[in-house]
């Protein structure tokens, strides 16, 4: 059995540990994730206007310059887009920042620019949304996510998702969709690439 302890401190200290994804230092123009652990991706189906979103608490300050997705399999002239909320009480809230449509009819990384500076220890929430459920994207496999809230029976959820048209736009408040709810499965990988 193996237990991951994620310690978080706002101490002054450079040497403080500030949150709990991208602990070694990235450097201008590298890739980091909502992983917690290293392991393969796997792959998880995208569902209709579904909104799906997993917490990131980077422990350096960095500027993104661009995001994500990897389409494993394509949906021709489907779309999709990836998202920046901040965090209130523990949920997804304030859209910070938006990037553009990225199309799924073909397979493989799909890059768009976003711009955000992200600060040490700050938790966001990283947003998927598609406006198809026959693509497929890679994804980070539940046991590489932070255990953001627990079941009755114990099993973790990994994720917070809710519904919004996707032609209507990225939400101004993530209370705004409908039907939020916690889910305890993989969730769709979104490469975060420094300035």
Known sequence: MSVSIYNRSGGASSGALKGVHSLVYIQTSEVTSQCTESSTLTTYPTTIDRVYSAPYIPNQNFTLSGVFIVCTTASVGALARIMLYDNVNGLPDNLLATSNSVSLSTTGKKSVKLSYDLVAGTTYWLAVQTDTSTAVLSAIPV????????????????????????????????????????????????GLEKK
Do not use: K, W
């Open 143 to 190: 046991s590489s996510l932070l255990c953001i809230q627990n079941r009755n029976d114990g099993a973790p959820y990994s994720f917070y998702s809710a519904y919004g048209t996707y032609a209507s736009g990225a939400e101004n408040f993530f209370s705004t969709y409908t039907s939020p709810a916690y889910g305890g499965d993989s969730m769709h990988f979104v």
